[in-house]
C-alpha cells in the first residue's frame, strides 16, 4: 500500500487527527498526525490487517527550533509497506505519547529521544536517561545545548 | 517459638539471596564496554539490566557540526568491525536525497567491498561466540583468515579497519591489479576454514549442548523488538534487505537467505543464531564469486558529484542489510552543506534490547552465549 | 617399607638424606612446572597454526622463566577488603596440597619419597586440601567473581572425587594393594600386564579389559575436572567469571597458583600412570628396564599423559556447571560402579 492510500484510510479512520500528507519530499512522504491520538494512530497501524506495521525500523527524536518532534519509521514485514509519521510537541512542554507498549523496541529509542532531545514520552515505563550518565543535566541534542564545564567537578574536555 | 514460626524461620533460612554482579564495563566477554546488572539466585539469572553509554560520543551532535563528507569517517567508528557496510547506507542515502546514479562498476565494488567486509565480521562474530563458550581455537583460525580479507580491504582504501572508502557518488580509489584474484583466493580459504571449524565447533558436542536451546528468542518477539539480521534469521523469520527492500544491485546476484531450520536445538536459540552465520559467510562467498564474474573492468569510480554535497532540502531514511542486522540512516537535510539532523539506527543497539527479555531463567553462563550469540558492538550501541 | 628409596640405602636414614628426598621432587616440580608450561604455549601454538613464543632463547624455550621472573617482578596485591590472612595463605596451602601429593608417588622403583602402604588413599586425602585453599582464596578476595568460582570449585571437586575414587579403588581391588610401589611391580611384564589391560592375568582376562579402559577413560576425565582443566575449567570460567576463584591475586600469589595448576596436572597424571599405565615398568618386558630407566618411563608416561590435557584444553569448548554436575553424578558414577562390579566379580572368579 502505497503511502497516499494509507493516509486516505487514516483520514477516514481518525479524521482530524490526521493532519496532513507530504509527498512534496524528493524521497519520503510522511504524514503528521495529531500527538493526542498518536497512541490509537500506531495501535490500529500495527493491528488492523490492511495496515501491519509490525517493525518499527527507528524512531527519532528532532529539535525543531520552536518544538520538538518525533518521526516515527514504520515497517510492515507482512505487506512490506512503508510509513513515516510525525508529531510534534512545544519545546515548553516535550509531552509526547510513548508506544513502547506497542512496539517494544521503542523503548530504548525512547529513552535515548528523552536523553539527547529531551522529550517526555508519556507512559513510557521506565523513562531514564540511557547514553548519558543518569545524573547529566540537559539534552545534548538541543541545538541551543552548552555543554557543561564541570562534571562532578570534573573538568568537561572538549 | 511455635511450631509453625520455627518452620517459617526455617524456610526463610532456605531461601538462598539473590547476589547482584555486574558484569563489565570491564570483564572479558562483554565484547567492549558494555555494563550488565545481572541479580542472580545461586547460577539462575533472575534480571539483567544493561546500562550502556560507557562509549557514547555524541556522534549525532557531532554530524551536525561537519559537513556531509566528514561525516563518513566517523561513521566508520558505528560498527568498527564492519566499517565497509556502515558507510554505505550513508552514501546511499545521499545519492538517494540528491538524486545521484552511481556508475555499474562502482556497485559492483562496493557489493565487493561489503560481502568481504560481512564475511570478516562474521568470522569475528563465530568466533567470540566460540570464545565465549571457552573454546578458543577457532578464535585464532577465523582470525588468520580475516587477516587476509583485511589486507584486501586496505589495498583498497589504505586502512586496516576504519577505511573511510565510500563517498557520494562513487568510490575513493579503483581496484588494485590482481583484486579479483586475491578475492577468489579468499573465498576458497574462508569456505576451508569454515569446514574445519564446522568440525572443530558447531558441530562439537559441548558447544552444541552449551549453546542450544538457550537464549530462546521467538519471532514475534524478535520482530516486536524490531531485531534484524542474524538475531531475526536465527528465530526463522526470512527478511533480508538485500532481498525484501533490495537495494544497490543485490538483485542481479542468486543467493538464499539463510535461517534458523532447529537442525540441533529449537529455532531463536543461540546456536542457530550462530549457524545463521556461518551459513551467511558461504552466501557472501556466492555473491562475491558473481560479482566478480560479471564486474566491468572499464569505467571510472567517480559519478559526476559537486566537489561540496550539498543536497536538497528534505529527508530520507535508508537502511542497509549490515553483517548485525539494519543499519538505517535518517537523514534530515536544510539545504546546506551540513546536515541538520543524522540519526543512525544501529542494529546492534536494537538488537541489545532483547538482552533483558530473553536472558532471564538462564544460568549465569548462559547470559554470556546469548550476548555472545547476538554479536553487538559497542561503537554502534553506544554512538 | 624396605628398599623403596635408594637415597636412604646411599646415605644411611639421616637428617641429610631426608631433606635431599624431599626436595628432590620440589626440584623436579619446578623444573617440571617450566616444561609444562612451555609445552601449553608451544602445544597451543601448533594447534591454531601460530609459532608460539620465538624471542626469548632459541625457538623460545627459555619464555617460561621469562614469565616466572616476570610474575616475581610484579606488585603483589591485597585488595583493601578481603580478609588478609585467609587472603594471603590460600596460594600457599593450595600448592602445599599440590605439593604433598608427590610424597607417594613412585618416580622409580628405588626412589618414591615415603613409600607408604595407603599411597593411594593418601593422594585422595591431600588431593582434597587444595579445594580448602581454594574456597578460602576465593572467599577471602571479597569479590563476587570469586566467590562463585570458589563455590562453584569446590562443588566440582567434590563431585568429581567420587568417580575418580571408585575407579582408583577398582584397580585397588583388581591388585589387591593400595601400596603404589606394590601396584608398579604388578604390572610389570609386557604392556598387556598393564591394569588398563586388565592387569596380569591368562586369557580370560580379555572380558575385563573394556571395564578398566571405561576405568582409565573416568578417572582421566574426572583428573580433567578435579584439575580444573577445560572442558572443566568452570571454576575459572574467564568467559564469564573473569578468571574464578583467583581474580583479585597477582604477582607471586598468583604464580603459586599457577605452579598447583601444573602440580596438580602432574599428580593426576601420575596416579594414572601408576595404576592404569604401568608405572616405571618398561612397555616391552625387559627391555629397558631398571631404576634409572624406570623414571624415564614414568616420566615420559606421565608427561604423555599431561600433553594430552594440554591437547584438549586447546580443542574443546567449556561445560556448563549444571551440566558437569549432571556428568559426574549421573554419567561417570553411575559407570564407575559398573565397571567395579564387574572387576569385582573378575576377582572373585580368578
Known sequence: ?158 | MSDKKRLDLEYSQLESDRMRINVGPQHPSTHGVLRLEVEVEGEIVTEVVPHLGYLHRCFEKHCEKMTYLQVIPYIDRLDYISAMNNEWPYVMALEKLMDIKVPDKVEYIRVIMAELNRIANHQIAVATFGLDAGAFTPFLFFFRDREYIIWILEKMSGARLLYNYFRVGGLAADVYPGFKEDCLNIVKQVRKTNAEVMDLLIYNKIFIQRSANVGVLSPDVAINFACSGPVLRGSGVKFDLRKDDPYSIYDRFDFDIPVGLGEVGVVGDCWNRNMVRVNEMEQSCRIIEQAIAQMPDEGDVKALVPKRIKPPKGEVYMRAENPKGELGFYIVSNGTDKPERIKARGASFVNLSVIPEISKGYMFADLILILGSIDIVLGEVDR | MENVNFLYDLLGKNIISVVLVISLPLMFVLVYALIAILAELKVSAWIQERLGPMRTGPWGILQPIAEVVKLIQKEDITPDKSSKLLYNLAPFIIFTGAYAAFAVIPFSEYFVPAGINLGLFYIFAVGSISAIGIVMGGWASNNKYSLMGAMRSVAQLISYEVPAAMAVLSIVVLASTMNMQEINKIQSGWFWNWFIFGGPGTIAKLWVIPFTMGLGLIYFISSLAETNRVPFDIPEGESELVAGFHTEYSGMKFAMFFFAEYANMFVVAAVLTTIFLGGWNSPFNDFMQGPIWGVFWFVSKAFSVVLVQIWIRWTLPRFRVDQLMYIGWKVLLPLSFICFMAISLYVMLK
Open chain 1, 1 to 158: 500500500m502505497l503511502p497516499n492510500e494509507i493516509y486516505d484510510k487514516l483520514k477516514t479512520e481518525f479524521g482530524d487527527a490526521v493532519i496532513e500528507f507530504d509527498n512534496k519530499q524528493p524521497t519520503d512522504s510522511f504524514i503528521v498526525i495529531n500527538t493526542e491520538n498518536l497512541f490509537d494512530i500506531c495501535h490500529t497501524l500495527r493491528d488492523k490487517n490492511e495496515f501491519l506495521f509490525d517493525y518499527l525500523m527507528c524512531l527519532s527524536g528532532m529539535d525543531l527550533g520552536e518544538n520538538v518532534g518525533v518521526v516515527y519509521h514504520l515497517y510492515s514485514m507482512t505487506h512490506k509497506h512503508k510509513l513515516v509519521l510525525k508529531v510534534t510537541a512545544p519545546k515548553t512542554d516535550p509531552r509526547v505519547p510513548s508506544v513502547e507498549m506497542i512496539w517494544r523496541t521503542a523503548d530504548w529509542h525512547e529513552r535515548e529521544a528523552y536523553d539527547l532531545i529531551g522529550i517526555q514520552f508519556e507512559g513510557h515505563r521506565n523513562l531514564i536517561r540511557i547514553l548519558c550518565p543518569y545524573d547529566w543535566e540537559g539534552h545534548p541534542l538541543r541545538k541551543d545545548y552548552e555543554a557543561p564545564e564541570y562534571y562532578h567537578d570534573m573538568k568537561v574536555s572538549y
